[in-house]
């Protein structure tokens, strides 16, 4: 018997091997699952307020960084020219690679930090619902205009080792899963400065602003490697309370007056798990590899708005900071526009896959992607009305399980004009959660249509589990998602249930949403998906694809 010790101690982690075969009457198999388990220490958080950078750091310095890094670094510091794009062929692209780390998570706390973040993340949609029409926000977006991150443009032309202002072509990084750091969310290596140093920022597409630990740092979370520190970068900029672009971001409360010419901006910015972070407003160089027909090439991205956190605290398991992929115009995938167009995506590898293999996150018109023949689309919803809209969301009609479509209220899937319910896909969030209505009803269907195995009923978390010892072949029904377009998105049994290392347990790995409306669609659902944000067509894109191998 399993009991709720051997629970803590096993449950999680993330997706098996792909190996799902699609069998008679709406079920589909098992084949060589897998996952792993560890634990998640949740720190204390001590409370703080005000803005200042007067004051030398008092911060430890954590893990130094990698020696590849290191070579990275160093090649990026001279030994290797950055050289202009501009001259490069429109169509080259940039990509960033998520590396994987293939450690082990403790599910109670993902899940303790996912319903955490969905109880305020729903806080934060109806606080900016109900925002007055003549907030400052509202009236800075009318009277300045965001100023995109760029290239500095000479009379004559660009400097040759900074990236132009009109290229269009596309950029891809590599994205790294956070299991081994005990989080459920996925870390991207950038370099930030001049001369540039390494970084790894947390993935977040359900918020704005790109931010890092800065020095002098009085409140800061462990990170692996040194915080960042403005004195040791040439191109770092701090921009005034004065300035246009400091009305896009959050005053601590409250607000210190603006005074003189060259006083900094503070801003104040808070995340779904009482994670929060504060600092100074500023610009800086952001250094990306850009991905060319003969090989890969780094670029420079000058003025790209961040914060410099002085404190800082929250559940980030070792990052340096966050970059924000969300709607909103402070975004990184926002300011980048003008550079790499109004798309980006992504392809997570399965969480079990070998830690060489890396998932990959591109920036611009991915035309593979847009040629692979399963490829499907739905629409964006929301966001056109408020141009300060960060989440992504989109509008379910219905689910489907076992080939049955649910008898779901429709209302259940409605986003009201409040901000009150709807669905979003959020990377930042590890599992996928429905509105409690619609949640009992999918878990009664699975319920009802699986009989083979024996329910286990010690688990306090995911339900239901089942027993599976001893069988070869372990069928489900099969689970998908009807868009209000028409649109459906069927998933493979690996992204909907999770099977324990140690037991021959498998659990459902969907959850209800806690005292709000609001439905989720989490990044461990998306793996082995090829998820596109296309905000210029207001639609999002999602293809099967064996995404090690991408």
């Known amino acids: 018997m399993v009991t709720k010790f051997h629970f803590f101690i096993l449950l999680f982690i993330f997706l098996f091997s792909s190996g799902c075969v699609v069998a008679s009457g709406g079920f589909y198999s098992f084949r060589n699952m897998n996952s792993s388990v560890s634990g998640i220490v949740l720190p204390e958080h001590p409370s703080f307020n005000g803005v200042s950078s007067s004051v030398n750091s008092d911060c430890n310095y954590g893990v130094s960084e990698k020696s590849t890094t290191h070579s990275i670094a160093q090649e990026l510091d001279g030994s290797e020219d950055v050289s202009d794009v501009s001259n490069q062929q429109k169509e080259e692209s940039v990509k960033f690679h998520l590396r994987h780390r293939s450690e082990k998570i403790e599910a109670k706390d993902s899940v303790f930090r996912d319903l955490s973040r969905i109880q305020t993340l729903h806080a934060r949609i109806v606080e900016k619902k109900n925002q007055n029409t003549n907030s400052r926000l509202a009236k800075s977006s009318e009277k300045h205009e965001i100023v995109p991150a760029h290239a500095p443009v000479a009379a004559a032309s660009p400097p040759p080792e900074y990236l132009s202002y009109e290229f269009s072509g596309k950029l891809m990084a590599t994205l790294e899963s956070g299991v081994s750091l005990g989080s459920g969310e996925y870390f991207m290596d950038v370099f930030v400065g001049t001369p540039p140093k390494h970084f790894s920022l947390i993935l977040d597409t359900g918020s704005d602003l790109n931010w890092l630990q800065c020095v002098p740092c009085y409140d800061c979370f462990e990170q692996n490697g040194p915080h960042y520190d403005p004195k040791d970068s040439s191109s770092f900029r701090n921009i005034s309370c004065h300035d246009p672009r400091c009305q896009f971001v959050t005053s601590p409360d409250p607000p210190p007056p603006c005074k003189s010419e060259n006083q900094t901006c503070p801003y104040y910015y808070w995340y779904g798990d009482s994670s929060n972070t504060t600092g100074d407003f500023a610009l800086e160089t952001f250094t990306v590899n850009l991905t060319t027909p003969s090989g890969s090439e780094f670029r420079k991205v000058e003025d790209v708005m961040f914060g410099c956190g002085h404190w800082n605290r929250g559940l980030f398991h070792g990052a340096a900071g966050l970059l924000g992929?969300?709607?909103?115009?402070?975004?990184?995938?926002?300011?980048?526009?003008?550079?790499?167009?109004?798309?980006?995506?992504?392809?997570?590898?399965?969480?079990?896959?070998?830690?060489?293999?890396?998932?990959?996150?591109?920036?611009?018109?991915?035309?593979?992607?847009?040629?692979?023949?399963?490829?499907?689309?739905?629409?964006?919803?929301?966001?056109?009305?408020?141009?300060?809209?960060?989440?992504?969301?989109?509008?379910?009609?219905?689910?489907?399980?076992?080939?049955?479509?649910?008898?779901?209220?429709?209302?259940?899937?409605?986003?009201?004009?409040?901000?009150?319910?709807?669905?979003?896909?959020?990377?930042?969030?590890?599992?996928?959660?429905?509105?409690?209505?619609?949640?009992?009803?999918?878990?009664?269907?699975?319920?009802?249509?699986?009989?083979?195995?024996?329910?286990?009923?010690?688990?306090?978390?995911?339900?239901?589990c089942y027993n599976v010892s001893g069988v070869k072949n372990v069928e489900f029904p099969s689970f998908g998602i009807v868009f209000g377009d028409g649109a459906v998105w069927n998933f493979p049994v690996e992204n909907y249930f999770i099977k324990l290392e140690l037991e021959d347990i498998i659990c459902l790995a969907i959850l209800g949403t806690p005292r709000s409306a609001l439905s989720i669609i989490g990044n461990y659902q998306q793996q082995n998906f090829h998820i596109l944000y296309d905000t210029k067509r207001s639609r999002l894109g999602y293809a099967p694809t064996r995404c090690a191998d991408a």
């Open 325 to 464: 992929l969300g709607r909103g115009p402070l975004s990184f995938a926002s300011q980048l526009q003008s550079l790499y167009g109004h798309s980006f995506s992504y392809c997570l590898v399965d969480r079990n896959s070998n830690s060489s293999v890396s998932s990959k996150l591109i920036f611009g018109e991915d035309k593979d992607l847009l040629k692979h023949p399963q490829l499907n689309f739905t629409s964006l919803v929301g966001g056109k009305d408020n141009p300060a809209e960060t989440f992504y969301y989109v509008q379910i009609k219905s689910v489907i399980v076992g080939g049955e479509v649910l008898n779901i209220p429709k209302e259940t899937w409605n986003l009201s004009p409040e901000g009150v319910g709807g669905t979003i896909i959020d990377s930042g969030t590890t599992l996928s959660y429905f509105a409690e209505p619609a949640y009992e009803i999918i878990k009664e269907a699975f319920v009802k249509k699986v009989k083979s195995y024996p329910i286990v009923h010690d688990f306090p978390i995911l339900n239901p």
